[in-house]
Every structure is written in structure tokens, then in C-alpha cells.
């Protein structure tokens, strides 16, 4: 059981699929904050996007997670103009630690062919054009999935109570805790003590620690801190330094399991960054560049430009067996400007 990844690719994603005649795909990107659905339109070359909060059925449990899957699904098949038998492939990719009760709850409450993968699987469909390499995320969680000559492994991806280094609600609770250690003088002075009492409009740290446990914050707002974190970190703030680094190297520990386990260790790969938190530059990004170059000096890091909803559009295509009319960028692009269109309509 140990051999096995913790994340296997479905047969439909590792094995040549016959060419489908239906003409529409439906890739969906189902966060802890947000769930983005996109159908692409193979003919008229166009997008048509859907949204609806959260499906991480961690946080909301499987039921209101397959309803928020349904709901921006739904939206986007209108807006396209087409129903559950128009798609020819349909891939949704849902954050979790495991998404199987996810699935389960899908077939029952709907009929159709719908292929259900963790989100770390879009995200390296979206970081490597859904060939050898590695993704890694680190938005409001964290987790890491790559394929290689010895096939697929995934590392982290364990929630926020067991696991998580490096998202953003890791480095929110670390923060806490350091202004908490502040106060109560067993730890050294820091900026984000006041900038926590701010953000979080509490008259004290303590009665901030007293909201986490009574209210309690969920994960999206307790997330929301990591952007002024970043900043207090970049500013200099050694205490916040020390967290973004140590945040870093634990989930650099994790991309270098996934490496050595797809037998990627001394190839050249393409190793890509997804998620809010990349966005806090060097300070995050150095650290795990120096560790994973100890073990892997060719892999090619970088920020992965397209969404992660286009890495299930792709894979999508895949199902489908229309890998040949689907290419990562142009599903970029469709999908910048179906969403610039939609926040220019509402």
C-alpha cells in the first residue's frame, strides 16, 4: 500500500481515449473558497464560464460540495447552450484530502460521464501541458503532484489541522502564534501583531485567539491575512521572514518526495507554481528553489500563467479523445477573456 500514490490518475486520463462526437468540454476547478467552471465550445472556439463558492468537502462536506460542482456547471452549460448529454468529456478537479465521497455523491445526484480528480491533478495538467513534471500549489492550502518515468505520487494536500505548510492558512496560524508568543513573552517583537489586532478589527491578540476558537473564523478569512503577512515579510520583519522561509522548505520537502518517487531526480521538468502565496515573491519562492535545485537542478521553475480550470479542460480533452483539438494556451486565453467579460457584465 506504501508503493502506491496517494493520488492515482483515473484509467480515462492514462490510456488513448476514442475520438468523441460531441463537441463541448467541461473543465471545473472546485476550490475552499471558490468553484470555476468553464465549457469550451470545440466549434465556435469560445468559453462559457460558471461560478459558485466553495467544494472542498473538507469544509463543507460532500453534499453542499457536489451542489456548488452543479451549480457553476449548470451555469456554464446555459450559457453555452447545451445540456449534460452535449459534453463529450467532463473533468472536475476538487480540492480535498479525498475526493472519492465527492464522486460517489456526483453519480448519485446526477447521471452523465463525469471523471472527479483531486485539484492538484488540474493544476499539473495546467503546470505541465499534462505531461512529466510537477505541480505544486500553495494558495489556501498546499499540495504537490507530478508525474514521471515511474508514474504519478502526491505529497501533502492533508488539510489544514494536519498539514498544508506553505498556504496560506499555515502562514496565517503561524502568524498567530508568533504574535501570540509576542504577548506573552516568550517570543521576540513583531509587526504582525499590530497588523493582526487591525486586520482582523479585535481590541487584542489574545481576544483574537479567543475569535479562532469561539466563532470560529473559517478558512477563507482567516486566509484573507496571508496578503498583509507578505508584506510585513517582505518589509523585513525577521519573525515573518522566518515563517515564509520555514513555510518554504516544508513544502519544498514535499516537492522533493514527489521528484525522487516519479524518478524525475536529474531530468529536466517543467516544475510549476500555482496559487496565491507564490505571489509573495523571493521570500517564498527562494527557499524552496534552493532545495529543490539540491536535488533537482533541472527543473524548470516557474509560475504556470494559465488558470488551473484550463488544466481540466485539457484533461477533459483528454477523456474525450480530442487532445488534438485542444491546446493549453488558446483555453488561456478564452478563459481571460470570458472572465474579463464577465466582470465587465456584472
Given at each position: ?12 486520463l492514462?490510456r ?25 465550445d470545440?466549434?465556435?472556439?469560445t468559453?462559457?464560464?460558471g ?21 457553476a456547471?449548470?451555469?456554464?452549460m ?20 479525498d ?35 510537477l ?19 502526491r ?16 502562514l496565517?496560524?503561524?502568524s ?11 517570543g521576540?517583537?513583531?509587526a ?17 485567539a479567543?475569535?479562532?476558537?469561539a ?8 486566509a ?36 525522487e ?32 535545485a ?12 494559465a ?8 484533461l ?14 488558446q ?10 467579460a ?5
Amino acid at each position: 500500500m506504501e508503493d502506491q500514490s496517494l493520488v492515482a490518475l483515473p484509467p480515462e486520463l492514462t490510456r488513448p481515449a476514442p475520438r468523441a462526437a460531441g463537441n463541448y468540454l467541461l473543465g471545473i476547478d472546485g476550490g475552499a473558497t471558490k468553484t470555476l467552471a468553464a465549457v469550451l465550445d470545440l466549434r465556435a472556439n469560445t468559453i462559457h464560464i460558471g461560478r459558485a463558492g466553495p467544494s472542498n468537502e473538507d469544509a463543507i462536506g460532500p453534499v453542499a460540495a457536489v451542489q456548488a460542482l452543479l451549480n457553476a456547471a449548470d451555469e456554464a452549460m446555459r450559457g453555452a447552450g447545451v445540456a449534460d448529454e452535449d459534453l463529450a468529456g467532463s473533468v472536475l478537479a476538487v480540492a480535498g484530502t479525498d475526493t472519492t465521497a465527492v464522486a460517489e455523491q456526483l453519480h448519485s445526484t446526477r447521471a452523465g460521464s463525469w471523471t472527479v480528480v483531486n485539484d492538484v491533478v488540474g493544476a499539473w495538467a495546467v503546470a505541465t501541458g499534462a505531461g512529466d513534471g510537477l505541480a505544486v500549489i500553495a494558495g489556501t492550502g498546499s499540495n504537490v503532484f507530478g508525474v514521471g518515468p515511474r508514474g504519478s505520487w502526491r505529497a501533502g494536500g492533508w488539510g489544514h489541522l494536519l498539514g498544508d505548510e506553505g498556504g496560506a492558512i499555515w502562514l496565517v496560524v503561524q502568524s498567530i502564534k508568533a504574535a501570540l508568543r509576542q504577548r506573552e513573552g516568550s517570543g521576540p517583537v513583531t509587526a504582525l501583531t499590530g497588523a493582526l489586532v487591525e486586520f482582523f478589527e479585535v481590541p487584542s491578540i489574545e481576544a483574537l485567539a479567543s475569535l479562532v476558537y469561539a466563532k470560529p473564523l473559517t478558512k477563507s478569512e482567516i486566509a484573507a491575512f496571508a496578503v498583509q503577512s507578505a508584506k510585513i515579510a517582505n518589509a523585513g520583519d525577521e519573525v515573518a521572514r522566518e515563517i515564509y522561509e520555514r513555510g518554504a522548505r516544508e513544502l519544498a520537502r514535499q516537492v522533493v518526495a514527489v521528484i525522487e518517487h516519479t524518478g524525475l531526480a536529474g531530468q529536466e521538468f517543467p516544475l510549476g507554481l500555482i496559487g496565491s502565496v507564490f505571489h509573495s515573491g523571493e521570500v517564498f519562492t527562494r527557499p524552496l528553489r534552493e532545495e529543490v535545485a539540491k536535488i533537482a537542478p533541472g527543473a524548470h521553475i516557474a509560475l504556470a500563467a494559465a488558470p488551473p480550470a484550463a488544466g481540466s479542460v485539457l484533461l477533459a480533452a483528454r477523456v474525450a479523445g480530442r487532445s488534438d483539438d485542444v491546446e493549453l494556451g488558446q483555453v488561456e486565453q478564452l478563459l481571460t477573456a470570458a472572465d474579463t467579460a464577465a466582470q465587465g457584465a456584472g
